[in-house]
């Protein structure tokens, strides 16, 4: 079996029509979830594009693998869905974006060379790369946020785009009086991106995987990681008008949230990004272009979908479609996604399995809670690996795939390290205190606010918006004291033992005594005598009694 | 500036005359506490010897660094003292024991080939080898315990001793009518060892650190690791009888500790190990023979000071004396170590700073709660080194030391795995779930049961010999959930993110604007212009209206 492991940046979990949009239409996110599982309640690990992928590609929570935000180096050694699938014979290849940083200082105290392929996939975050582009070429007057090449813009070069950053001027820009209209500008949003259709981001990259697919051979894991509908919020033709100002629902969002807002929350209410989303003009050019991109996934999709079916593909290759995370659209006064409410934390989830063991679940919905780290056993058990619950710390999804109801966690966790963003400097917390921690049962989300602060609590069964943070006030001392054992529990998990599985652990039991490790002997007679043999016999020599003249 | 951290195995907090003990007379440590400080309140993060050790060697907790039990490899690419300390210009050199087991599939999967520096480095923990030399030469049916070679028992051939496990066979056993008595019956306990005392092992690691330091070019940190007073209890003349039963204490036991027992106590308290320490006989017979293991010890420890004042190292040579954990000796009706009373989990923990920023301080005791991970972060303060504490979990001791009384920490942590023991299968606890966390705050001691057990509660301020476990009975709830706090803070702590240092966090901030990543802009005019000036300027092609004829 193959296993295609489709990522958008930024999907939220509700603009897909299978989900219940209203107004957008995804018939080839519906084709999947019509014949395999959507997930309703699947979580991040990490509501920010570095940390949570991390997690998605080691099986770990953010706190395990320690690369907790975008630019934090996952450390070298670090075991990633790449080990594990190789050593089940399965090849792993990336097509698209990881936000992967390497460990440059490990790499060297290791003496790990970047061109070995060894250290090809240290830096690569365990995939092999058939195209690596973390689709964010922003400029400035300290140059490029990301000094990689951009295989894209080589692209756009080849295709006849002027100029050293085609993906800002054309792919990401459209034009007004004959000026760049740029794409970062979300009064530009409405305006139809500066390119040809086929040549944008999406397109680009469907492209590419299915020149992947032509030659790869099975079995192999395909990570196609899409950077859209990530911002810039900015799209071609004729994606660019599809939706329009009604098809924008109202923010979800009310002025009780805002009323002794917990301090860390205002903090991210108070942001230049919050801000702009607060502004409802700002919604009305950006969400329709948020759509317009999405909508172009769908169609891209949909190609994708089709040429595996022509292929036959489809009878033999695992489909998984997520995101990294969602996007707040000024829902909860905030904009882009860092803290836990819905719109953030929660993504879209459809996993289909070809196996006929998965028939009896196909176009069912499961609402099972599920986190971004159980897609790494999920895989590995596909491709026949031996189970690594040592390091893996996600649940193979796959009996739920099978229609049965497994033993399952009791709570997802989410966490978020705010300490390189401004919030962190103006509440004057520590680095190592910028921390939240999420917890949700499936009813109570609890949010700890590391710190000192208190924390937050929302009950989504009669409060499925998230208003009314029910920490504010006295009154459920109970459920708080229930999710903060939750979370203690978490905190205590075995995470790091990573050198020993279960099974060798079993193996070395009593190993020791038939190696002569016998601290409890008082005259041998406590075990068989083959335990002690090497210890009886004529004495070789008998220095005390020569240096002392006989005893 | 040089140091010297000198390890004993399995020595006793309370066995030294500086610390009480009524009859073993130590000089030598005792000299070096005259001139430092004694810490009386210092804790191992895991009472057993390799989990101990590579927390001391790492200053991470045993849950961080994942090297939970004896023969759990230490995963490749973790940072040792020997990284930090040379990154500060001071050498890092192993003089005995370790119990460092190679991350050998770690070292494969990264290709690291163990001939190298780096991966000699990374097979021993940090160190560079002088001499290493694990102690434990036991042979069985199976083969060795250890199967590396033994520079002691290189050594005690070419001193004449005949066959191939001399360690076993001289330094280990006594004679008793021409036949081996081997060491490891406690039996034998009373009977000199059959070899010259200066062959013995302890003389002969001091011999080697002597050998070390003649060379040794400043600056140089040197761990001295004695394989002894651990078993097996066996010692030459003239130590093996400078003790008898008149200076065996009684045991620090209690019939009601045996009353209503937590499981997990009530199942060490039934292994054979237990069993052999409940005998009094037993503990007559060992007891005077550890004294002696001892006894030796501090003799050795005086001919190396002696040596340090000669050749004027004393006053450029930090000095440290510790151990790895103590040994009930019966204490609790328990032998060797694994729980966490006093006689196990605490430890010697002596300083000296040469430095004339100490002299306040000399021959004083602090009764700080340390643990074993401080030592790396003074040993890096002391090194001149950057402060690490995004890897270092410890604290300095040399405010301590300098007479200072910092913010410090309100409990100690420690752990215990007992996956790999019979007690593990015979609870029936699941390989995850067999561990201990002990929480101590200077007066109440928890330890957490993992595996859904109640957890055991002492209050040492009004039951210091820890007979009385609180959890037993209602009526103590407060306090247990305080110290369950205590332990959920620590179980959140910042413990993996390794590769971002706060100095790195706090000089990140602010750097994407600069890069062009500014994904808040409505217009441009939120920010000063020049951080927008490569997204304006003329459209280089306008591919929207070559294709639609103009707009």
Redesign the interface.
């Given at each position: 079996m193959n296993i295609l492991f489709v990522m958008y940046d930024q999907l939220r979990f509700d603009y897909l029509s299978c989900a219940g949009h209203p107004y957008l239409h995804t018939p080839n996110f519906d084709r999947v979830a019509a014949r395999g599982v959507r997930f309703t309640n699947a979580y991040v690990q990490s509501p920010i594009c570095g940390a949570s992928r991390m997690s998605f590609y080691t099986g770990r929570y953010a706190?395990?693998?320690?690369?907790?935000w975008n630019?934090?180096?996952?450390?070298?050694?670090e075991h990633t869905l790449g080990?594990h699938l190789r050593k089940a014979g399965m090849d792993c290849w990336l097509i698209g974006k990881t936000h992967m940083k390497v460990?440059a200082?490990?790499m060297t105290?290791?003496?790990?060379s970047p061109d070995?392929i060894?250290g090809a996939r240290?830096a690569e975050c365990g995939f092999d790369v058939w195209v690596r582009d973390d689709g964010?070429w922003?400029?400035?007057?300290?140059?490029?946020?990301d000094e990689k090449r951009s295989p894209y813009n080589e692209y756009l070069k080849s295709r006849g785009?002027?100029?050293e950053?085609?993906w800002?001027?054309?792919a990401n820009?459209?034009?007004e009086n004959?000026?760049?209209?740029?794409g970062?500008?979300?009064?530009n949003a409405d305006k139809?991106?500066?390119?040809?259709e086929e040549d944008s981001e999406t397109p680009w990259l469907t492209t590419r995987t299915i020149e992947f697919i032509e030659q790869a051979k099975a079995p192999w894991c395909a990570h196609v990681s899409y950077i859209k509908p990530h911002?810039?919020y900015i799209v071609?033709?004729p994606y660019h008008d599809m939706y329009g100002q009604n098809h924008v629902p109202a923010a979800i969002r009310a002025d009780v949230e805002r009323e002794n807002a917990h301090p860390v929350y205002a903090a991210f209410m108070a942001?230049?990004?919050a801000?702009?989303f607060q502004?409802d003009d700002?919604r009305r050019k950006v969400i329709p272009a948020y759509m317009g991109l999405i909508k172009q996934c769908d169609d891209q999709l949909g190609r994708l979908l089709d040429y595996l079916e022509e292929t036959g593909r489809m009878e033999d290759t695992m489909i998984v479609l997520t995101s990294d995370h969602g996007d707040y659209l000024g829902d909860h006064w905030l904009?882009?996604k860092d803290l836990f409410h819905e719109p953030s934390v929660k993504i879209p989830m459809i996993v289909y399995d070809p196996r006929s063991e998965a028939d009896a679940t196909r176009g069912t919905t499961c609402d099972a809670l599920v986190e971004a780290i159980d897609l790494a056993p999920t895989f590995l058990e596909a491709a026949g690996g031996v189970e690594a619950?040592h390091i893996l710390e996600g649940r193979s999804l796959s009996p739920w795939l099978r229609g049965e109801t497994p033993d399952w966690r009791e709570a997802v966790i989410s966490e978020y390290?705010y300490?390189?963003?401004?919030m962190?400097?103006s509440l004057g917390v520590?680095?190592?205190d910028a921390?939240l921690?999420m917890v949700f049962d499936g009813r109570y989300k609890l949010i700890?606010v590391?710190g000192g602060f208190r924390p937050m609590l929302f009950d989504l069964e009669n409060d499925p918006e998230e208003f009314h943070d029910l920490a504010k006030a006295d009154g459920h001392e109970a459920e708080i004291a229930r999710m903060?054992d939750l979370?203690?529990r978490?905190?205590?998990r075995?995470?790091?033992?990573?050198?020993?599985s279960?099974a060798d652990?079993?193996a070395?039991?009593?190993?020791?005594?038939?190696?002569?490790?016998?601290?409890?002997?008082?005259?041998?007679s406590?075990v068989p005598e083959?335990?002690?043999?090497?210890?009886?016999?004529?004495?070789?020599?008998?220095?005390?009694?020569s240096?002392?003249g006989g005893r």
């Open positions: 706190s395990s693998h320690g690369a907790q630019g934090f180096p996952l450390r070298v050694g080990d460990d200082e490990g105290r290791l003496g790990l070995s060894i240290q964010l922003g400029e400035g007057p300290d140059g490029f946020y785009y002027a100029g950053n085609p800002a001027d054309f820009a459209g034009v004959g000026e760049k209209a740029s970062w500008m979300f009064d139809p991106a500066n390119i040809r911002w810039p071609p033709a942001n230049k990004i801000a702009a502004q700002v904009g882009e619950g390290d300490s390189v963003t401004p962190c400097a520590t680095t190592k921390r921690f700890h590391e903060y979370l203690a978490w905190g205590r075995m995470s790091q033992r990573v050198t020993r279960d652990i079993a070395m039991r009593g190993k020791s005594a038939r190696r002569g490790i016998l601290p409890f002997l008082k005259d041998g406590e083959e335990l002690t043999e090497a210890y009886r016999g004529p004495a070789l020599q008998d220095h005390v009694s240096e002392k």
